[in-house]
């Protein structure tokens, strides 16, 4: 494998001290009512937004009442664009719309997309299906009141990462199971995809830096408790006896990553099944590269892959080709 590069080696260190593995359940529901805002320090590390978007904040359906989501749209377009639907990564247990405004602005502004970024219901006080069945509500209803934003529900993506991208992924087989919205793309950032953690990088990558097997672990307790229930499709895709008939992906995985071998056999898993598949491996790069676009090399380059690849995808009939 690449060597890591010192700055994804200090980081790690930093993150490493505060790790999940080492919270109490206490302090886990303590810093999830901490807010991390906007300020230069943390706009330089995690992108900001973009020039050039709108944002406007708003409620959706989740499944057991109405959750926050915050809507973003080109400036620049009076059209009706493609619907992006976004789903923030941390474990299940954290993740904020705050936190996902540079990657959801940066969507909506290059891949000419409104994006609805989701803030659903957080394990351990709301443990599976809680945050898949708030997902899905909430993408019937977002794609429902699409004209409301002057999006075109015919053209609907989801996007995820790390967590994020597993919930993306479960969205695609519940909507395909229960006759929901017809989602024409996935996009997939390092998404765990095998709860029951079959993957070899598992070991590979035990002690990565951002996140380690000891963490997979301690998220994997505190979203799924009965270790039965990971098994469930709706909480490992990748464990689904049928992937026919789901979107065509995009699935980036990092090389020093303990989830690298979950999005690498749920692509070859899509890919049997006659689905679509672009599957890129970023080298050198550890678990959550994406969320630090100044200091990952590959967090730019892949955030265009990623836009480009919708924008192809979620193109007008007579532009697609």
Not at 61 to 87: C, F, K, N, Q, T
Not at 160 to 176: E, Q
Not at 187 to 193: K, R, S
């Amino acid at each position: 494998m690449a060597k890591l590069d010192l700055r994804v080696r200090l980081v790690g260190k930093v993150l490493g001290a505060v790790s999940v593995s080492r919270l109490s359940e206490k302090q886990i529901l303590a810093n999830q009512q901490r807010s991390i805002r906007h300020n230069p320090v943390t706009d330089w590390l995690l992108g900001g937004l973009a020039p050039g978007v709108d944002v406007r904040e708003d409620a959706a359906a989740g499944d057991e009442g109405r959750i926050p989501v915050r809507v973003y749209r080109p400036a620049d377009s009076a059209e009706a664009l493609p619907l992006v639907v976004l789903i923030h990564g941390g474990g299940w247990t954290t993740g904020t719309l705050d936190v996902y405004d540079g990657i959801a602005s940066t969507i909506a502004r290059d891949a000419r997309a409104v994006v609805v970024s989701l803030a659903y219901r957080l394990a351990p006080t709301h443990p599976w299906p809680a945050a898949a069945e708030d997902c899905y509500a909430a993408l019937c209803d977002v794609a429902g009141r699409a004209a409301e934003w002057n999006a075109d529900a015919g053209r609907l993506a989801v996007v995820g990462d790390s967590a994020g991208g597993n919930l993306a992924a479960v969205l695609t087989l519940m909507s395909r199971d229960r006759s929901g919205p017809g989602i024409i793309f996935q996009g997939l950032v390092y998404p765990a995809t095998d709860l029951t953690m079959g993957s070899a990088s598992i070991e590979e990558n035990a002690q990565a830096p951002i996140l380690t097997k000891s963490d997979m672990h301690r998220y994997g307790n505190l979203y799924v408790p009965d270790k039965e229930d990971r098994k469930h499709p709706y909480a490992s895709p990748l464990l689904a006896p049928d992937h026919t008939g789901l979107p065509p992906a995009l699935i980036q995985v990092a090389e020093h990553d303990p989830l690298r071998d979950d999005g690498l056999r749920y692509g070859a898993a899509l890919q049997a099944a006659g689905v679509p598949v672009r599957v890129s491996t970023y080298v050198g790069m550890p678990h959550g590269y994406l969320a630090f676009p100044r200091l990952f090399r590959s967090a730019p380059q892949a955030l265009a892959e990623l836009c480009s690849e919708l924008r192809r995808a979620l193109a007008p009939a007579q532009q697609a080709g």
